[in-house]
């Protein structure tokens, strides 16, 4: 530590308010270092000192204290470590030693209650302070520290920008690594006010949850004091520190501070971001009758943002490639924007006022806030068709998962925080909001939004668990959940509903609707389902049936002696959470006429459904990509025609033979380029079909034809920008095309900024060679400089299905890897790691690797083995549908 910042330091911590006889000064003491122990003896309080922090521990210091406030310093001013000093303040309600969590480089000295402690208990994951330096009431503890600063495994990351050689900081907390920034109490449940004091190089700025109170930029280093937070929990703590530009725009009458790199500044829409932001806000307000819970609301576009955002109270950080278009954006991309805002918005209220009690309840701030965001879409954008949107974004990725053997329920039970990682993903994310959608319909939108109003008042600013909000929507109502809430919050898996349809004398003879658990896993019983069933009669109206689903098999009787349907369909409106498989009659229809309905939510479904006719190796691949090669070029619907483009892709590189695929290949991308140079077509759908031109291109003419586009202006009448540019190199490298090297050469000397070094990097990745495969894969583990967002967007690049042979060898490792990947990178990575290296491979021998690894590697923790299993399902189905129809 430097004498400078300590000095610093010293004079910042002399403004503190300090407890009873305490010395707010630093105390230049030797560190504890891990292991140190004052007197250690074996007691009931040993097991708390394990790694992670386990819910014995939680529920302990939950009883044991409250009121807790953070008074923290940080000193950012070196590239690599953050020395710090905090003030821990707490009411003792309970006996025992008091434990805080920490896993930064550093432990210095601690004092409690002003008297210097000369020994503690720290392990490396914990502190624990004996119960003789505390009383009964008002506590103090002030320990000074350093956390670590890097591109990727730490709490601070730093992101360096090449274009002008700038550096930013930010903190990302969640789920449980405010421990590895500052020691804490880091449960969600003990929520605190946080003031935060922050030490940056001269020029900088600095934003977090709280008001800025004073910024002193006369001295080195530049000192941020900031307000005191409203109690929030740990996870939620933020700040940003750079040289960033800002813009301040006042929107719905609320000012917005938006943060951005200053190489950035020229293409960022401030006012707009600004505006869909308050927006959102005015529009929750009314809908939760609750005004805005917080002081203030900035927003920071984070480079390298490992996912979407992240909801700080005050301070919501969004990835900087999502709210900035390198290109003109799509309408695709419009709606995915605003949904993200929505959706992070939306947690200010559900998930930051209230807070799940523990991590196996995520889905109730997940699942709230995208649902909440496609309401708020439907009412404030209702041109974008919110629902449909919310069926191709939530239900085959929920789908996908709840049907493997390897899904967990809704609630998921959680021992040990250092485990929340494996809880994030679809479950969480995307049935959540579906079941959300079924809850509503069953209940009523009335009761609904009363029953969240109460929730929000009784436990505004404090935490809760799902009973506690199915309670309130069934006061609402006027009727039980719990046998909703133990199917849909309690059970794993999900109902697969097929339809049974007889037709005699050109009428329905009988409509039977069978449910059944898409894996034996999940037991037996019957998921309680309010739905609609659709009788689809081409030209004539439609009719549609009120089904209540409470049996193994349900009698349509209402559509006994109708006409003859031109097809059937048992969840019109998407209001069930069910993968409907539809009779052979309506596939047939299907088949001939998709193009025909009208509807286009109605339209999507059905298209999904096809899809999953596939998944199950009922409906031959090469007829689906048949199917889709005629009917996009008639598809006007732009979120429709890339969910069939990206499937249709995936048919072709995974689920045919070489010999279908050659067959099929020139045709497709025949196609794919009449869309994109199509001049009457709208950008949009022109932008897909070269999309999807460049992810399913082989033949040397197509091949050819997307290098010569590198040489031109212009692409699906647009100017061809970096992103696609990008796009077109990479597919080149990958598919080893004569001028990938020389066209990769030439791009990187094009776009030398910090996005066109890591477009270079995920092209690299794609290369056809062993020794490239062996180092990328060498960096992915070892590269300490090495941004974790980089890995991520290179994966897809390095597993591409063409090299499955050449990556293979790395499958076993990847798996072996496991246990350090959920250690060492953030909440998405683990899913996105074994969805590339398992998505990339289609063989039996693939398919051995992954048995092999979860028959030998029994120490491998539950919730990994659970990740495996979804993803090798559908290494499984791609292997089934191979040996079905591949040949």
Avoid: C
């Amino acid at each position: 530590m430097r004498l400078t910042v300590l000095a610093a330091l010293a004079a910042l911590l002399a403004l503190m308010p300090a407890g009873p006889g305490a010395n707010p000064g630093i105390l230049l003491a030797q560190d504890a270092r891990p292991g140190t122990t004052a007197g250690a003896t074996s007691d009931s309080l040993a097991p708390f000192m394990g790694a992670g922090v386990s819910r014995e521990l939680a529920e302990f210091r939950a009883a044991q204290i409250g009121e807790v406030r953070y008074e923290l310093v940080l000193d950012v001013t070196a590239p690599d470590r953050a020395a710090g000093r905090v003030a821990v303040v707490f009411d003792k309600r309970a006996g025992g030693d008091v434990i805080l969590d920490f896993r930064g480089p550093r432990l210095g000295t601690l004092r409690a209650n002003g008297r210097a402690l000369p020994g503690v208990r720290f392990n490396g994951a914990h502190v624990r302070v004996p119960e003789s330096a505390f009383r009964p009431g008002a506590n103090r503890i002030e320990v000074d520290f350093d956390a670590a600063i890097a591109p990727a495994g730490a709490s601070i990351i730093r992101v360096d920008d090449a274009t002008d050689d700038s550096r930013y900081l930010y903190t990302l907390l969640v789920p449980a690594d405010a421990n590895q920034l500052f020691p804490a109490f880091d449960q969600p449940d003990l929520k605190a006010s946080f003031r935060l004091t922050l030490l940056t190089p001269r020029g900088w700025t600095a934003v977090s949850n709280a008001p800025l109170l004073a910024a002193d930029s006369a001295g080195v280093p530049t000192t941020f004091r900031f307000a005191d937070t409203a109690p929030i929990s740990t996870y939620l703590f933020a700040f940003a520190a750079g040289p960033w530009a800002t813009h301040t725009a006042d929107a719905e009458g609320r000012e917005i501070t938006v943060y951005v790199r200053r190489s950035r500044a020229d293409e960022v829409e401030g006012d707009t971001l600004a505006a869909i932001n308050a927006r959102a806000l005015a529009w929750l307000e009314r809908w939760f009758a609750r005004s805005y819970p917080f002081a203030k609301m900035d927003i920071v576009l984070a480079p390298a943002f490992p996912f979407g955002g992240m909801e700080h109270p005050g301070a919501i950080f969004y990835s900087e490639d999502r709210l900035i278009f390198r290109e003109r954006p799509t309408l695709s991309q419009l709606i995915s924007r605003k949904s993200l805002i929505y959706h992070e918005v939306a947690h200010q209220w559900f998930g930051d006022l209230v807070t799940m009690r523990w991590f196996d309840d995520l889905w109730l701030k997940e699942g709230f806030a995208t649902y909440m965001a496609a309401k708020m879409q439907d009412a404030l954008d209702p041109g974008t068709e919110a629902w449909k949107t919310f069926h191709l974004r939530n239900k085959p990725a929920a789908y996908g998962v709840d049907a493997t053997p390897g899904t967990t329920p809704v609630w998921q039970a959680l021992a040990n925080l250092d485990q929340a990682k494996s809880n994030y993903g679809p479950i969480v994310y995307n049935k959540a909001p579906g079941i959300l959608k079924q809850l509503d319909y069953l209940v009523g939108d009335t009761a609904f939004r009363a029953g969240l109003q109460e929730f929000l008042s009784r436990h505004a600013f404090a935490n809760a668990t799902w009973r506690d909000l199915l309670s309130s929507i069934a006061d609402a109502a006027g009727r039980s959940l719990e046998p909703w809430g133990d199917q849909y919050i309690l059970r794993p898996g999900m109902p697969v509903l097929e339809q049974s349809l007889r037709i005699e004398r050109d009428s329905i003879a009988r409509l039977a609707l069978v449910q059944r658990p898409a894996h034996a896993l999940s037991g037996r019983g019957v998921w309680p389902m309010r739905i609609e069933v659709l009788l689809a009669y081409g030209g004539a109206p439609s009719v549609r049936l009120p089904v209540e689903i409470t049996a193994e098999t349900t009698w349509v009787r209402a559509a006994e002696g109708r006409p003859a349907p031109a097809f059937v369909f048992a969840n019109a409106g998407d209001h069930g959470y069910a993968l409907v498989l539809p009779d052979r009659r309506s596939v047939g229809w299907l088949e001939r006429s998709i193009g025909d309905v009208d509807d286009t939510m109605l339209r999507a479904m059905l298209w999904g459904a096809l899809w999953d006719l596939v998944r199950d190796a009922r409906l031959a691949p090469a007829r689906f990509v048949e199917l889709a090669a005629r009917e996009l070029p008639r598809e006007a619907d732009e979120q429709i025609a890339t969910s069939v483009a990206g499937r249709m892709s995936r048919a072709l590189s995974a689920y045919l033979s070489p010999s279908q695929r050659a067959g099929l290949v020139p045709d497709v991308e025949r196609m794919l380029r009449a869309g994109a140079e199509d001049a009457d077509r709208p950008y949009g759908i022109r932008k897909l079909h070269l999309d999807a031109l460049i992810r399913t291109a082989e033949t040397p003419r197509t091949l050819a034809w997307l290098d010569s586009l590198l040489d031109g202006e212009r692409a699906a009448g647009e100017p061809l920008r970096p992103p696609t540019r990008w796009a077109i190199v990479t597919s080149l490298i990958e598919l080893d095309a004569p001028t990938a090297e020389r066209r990769l050469e030439r791009e990187t000397a094009r776009d030398s900024t910090t996005e066109g070094r890591r477009r270079a990097f995920v092209a690299g990745a794609a290369r056809p060679d062993t020794g490239a495969k062996r180092r990328y894969f060498e960096r992915y583990l070892s590269d300490t400089t090495l941004n974790e967002d980089w890995v991520t967007a290179s994966l897809g690049a390095f597993n591409s299905v063409h090299h499955r042979a050449m990556t293979l060898p790395h499958l076993r490792p990847a798996l072996d890897t496991l246990p350090w990947i959920q250690r060492n990178r953030r909440i998405f990575f683990l899913g996105s790691w074994l969805g590339a290296f398992l998505g990339g491979q289609t063989s039996e021998e693939a398919l051995d690797v992954v048995r092999r690894f979860l028959s030998e590697r029994r120490d491998l923790p539950a919730d990994l083995r659970l990740k495996v299993l979804q993803e090798m399902d559908d290494l499984e189905r791609t292997v089934r549908i191979r040996n079905e129809y591949a040949r």
